[in-house]
């Protein structure tokens, strides 16, 4: 079979995965499904009022023609961008695929449809609602590191300068849920070599690998939950370097 066979099979396969797939996979969330998404974040990491972890993914693809320095990240490679928000099984909630690699994460996320949803309302976001043993209300949140931008609906750590307990303790439960988002992308790796490596296609049909390779990670966690292989290794290596990292904290305290 000639290559350029080949690449259109991939690409149409790829495309239509998608199609097929997202709606009952990956659809647009519901408001009860978002307070559920928080229910599992507050029981599981004890961060209340958390409806997914947003996180960027460099993804590494071959140098575009007369891109010049676009897709060139601060890794020293050239990538595009797949920034997700993942619920706090390990599945994606939304994304979006196709950012330069030059672009920073909060600039991407200014400028994504996920953003512009928020923003005006159209992400069936729940009510304030107060924190537990609490009469004080707050918003539901997305959570980030610090690259991305302090909003109502969207925390990050306080800076590491002088913190107080309060504020120690808060980071560590923030940055404890955010693993979840970097869990899904260390599983997406170790199940797709693809992302490995080069992805040595145009930024076009890279995207859509990327997108079919997410919506799959979401049919396979529905049905192998934590059955799946590439899951398991994912976790445990997890698991030893957050122990390393936080011995005193944990998913179950």
Known sequence: MGVSTLSIIVHETSNILWEELVDEFMPAPTEKQLQKIAEVYEKRWKFPNCFGAIDGKHCQI??????????????????????????????????????????????????????????????????????????????????????????????????????????????????????????????????????EKDIEVEPEKATAIIKCACILHNVIRERDGDKDLDYYNTITNHENTTQKACPFFSEQQ
Request: hydrophobic content about 35%; glycine content about 6%; charged content about 25%.
């Open 62 to 195: 071959k140098y575009p023609s007369g891109s010049g320095s676009s897709y060139f990240n601060y890794l020293k490679y050239f990538s595009i961008v797949l920034q997700g928000v993942a619920d706090a099984d390990k599945k994606f909630i939304a994304i979006e695929v196709g950012a330069r690699g030059k672009q920073s994460y909060g600039g991407i996320f200014s400028s994504s449809t996920l953003f512009d949803f928020i923003e005006k309302n159209k992400f069936n976001v729940p009510l304030d609602k107060a924190l537990p043993n609490t009469n004080i209300k707050v918003p539901y949140v997305l959570i980030g590191d610090e690259a991305y931008p302090l909003k109502s609906y969207l925390m990050r750590p306080f800076p590491n300068r002088n913190l107080d307990p309060i504020k120690e303790n808060f980071n560590r439960r923030l940055s404890s849920a955010r693993k979840c988002i970097e869990c899904v992308f260390g599983i997406l790796r170790e199940k797709w070599r693809i992302l």
